[in-house]
């Protein structure tokens, strides 16, 4: 089974449903997959950089950790074709994908109900996980010198469009 569509998740969820049981072992996510973000911080980390260029979100919601990564690695590639990525730009992911997001999985075929309709809440087992953003938060960061600038604002248009929901790119 494939990933589901990330429009299920878009939506920034409220308090989740939060199992309890009986039995204190059962109230923990075991077996939850790992972020599929590799690195939270490329370039040079040490170079002092005079300009700083930041992504953030329009509106508050649930960012997959596989859209993190392919956003990290379309502004990644571009900054190290045109930078070089020992010395003149840093590059960080800022929030973390902590939710997991879960999954019951239901028959889907005709007739299904008859043999099988759920539950009410059902716990699911986990399929991945989410950072929950806010309103104008900072998702990625580019921090260059005041010539490069441009390329900041390229790398993080490409990123851009990795993004579940409307984004902008501004020069801090």
């Known amino acids: 089974m494939g990933d589901r569509p990330a429009s299920i998740y878009r939506e920034k969820p409220g308090q989740p449903y939060t199992r ?26 040490d170079e002092e950089f005079n300009a700083s260029v930041v992504l953030t979100v329009e509106k508050g ?28 730009y840093f590059l960080e992911i800022l929030p973390y994908p902590h939710h997991v997001l879960r999954y019951h999985p239901l028959a889907g075929i005709a007739q299904a109900d008859r043999y099988y309709e759920g539950m009410r809440k059902p716990f699911g087992r986990p399929i991945g996980r989410a950072a929950l953003v806010d309103d104008n938060q900072v998702v990625y960061r580019v921090k260059v010198d ?16 990795k993004m579940p ?6 020069v801090e």
Do not use: W
């Open 20 to 45: 309890r049981s009986q039995k204190k072992n059962d109230n923990f996510i075991s077996g939850a997959p790992a972020p599929r973000v590799t690195q939270y911080q490329m370039g040079a980390k």
């Open 61 to 88: 919601c649930g960012i997959r950790s596989e859209a993190l990564e392919s956003g990290r690695i379309a502004a990644n590639s571009y900054l190290s074709k045109v930078l070089d990525p020992e010395e003149e």
């Open 146 to 161: 005041q010539e490069d600038i441009q390329d900041a604002k390229k790398a993080l248009e490409r990123s851009k469009h």
């Open 165 to 170: 929901v409307k984004c902008r790119v501004r």
